[in-house]
């Protein structure tokens, strides 16, 4: 009888104390030094199943190579126009602040809704290739339950309508 309620204490203790570290900022994790394009390369995935990346084929030995691969966004026509309705949309991304905006990267962090995670969310224009590369990385946490990918479609979707 002890061990059910303190297995049941655990069960209603714990995920509050989550709850409530994630409303305090307390899981929102440290902003990564080394982002940016760096010989025409995003940073690269990270090593747990919490990240996606256009350039993932860049680094074939990487061992989250095939969960982060994603296509870039592709365009066609004026690059400086692709750039500017990709800038547009991500302005008007939920819990979104862009934080660097160049003419060929953009750099933002993207909040979680419950737990106040932050994920950096990264685009590079690469108009050689006429694509917008990507990389959507959480900060903590093992897994990201596909949060990155769900992101990086729904933008490319509405690139793609517009």
Avoid: C
């Amino acid at each position: 009888m002890k061990i059910l309620w303190f297995v049941g204490f655990i069960a209603i203790v714990v995920p509050a104390l989550i709850f409530f570290a994630g409303q305090f900022g307390l899981l929102k994790g440290k902003t990564p030094q080394d982002i940016g394009v760096h010989d025409g390369r995003l940073k690269p995935p990270s090593y747990t199943p919490n990240s996606v990346s256009s350039q993932a084929s860049l680094y074939p030995e990487h061992p989250q190579k095939g969960y982060a691969d994603i296509q870039p966004i592709q365009y066609q026509g004026d690059s400086a126009a692709a750039w500017h309705k990709l800038a547009a949309i991500v302005r008007e991304l939920p819990a979104t602040v862009i934080v660097t905006e160049t003419s060929d990267y953009l750099y933002a962090q993207s909040t979680t809704p419950t737990l106040k995670f932050t994920d950096d969310v990264e685009f590079w224009l690469s108009p050689t290739e006429q694509v917008i590369h990507v990389r959507s990385a959480s900060r903590i946490g093992r897994k990201d339950f596909a949060v990155n990918r769900t992101r990086i479609e729904k933008i490319r979707a509405q690139f793609a309508k517009n």
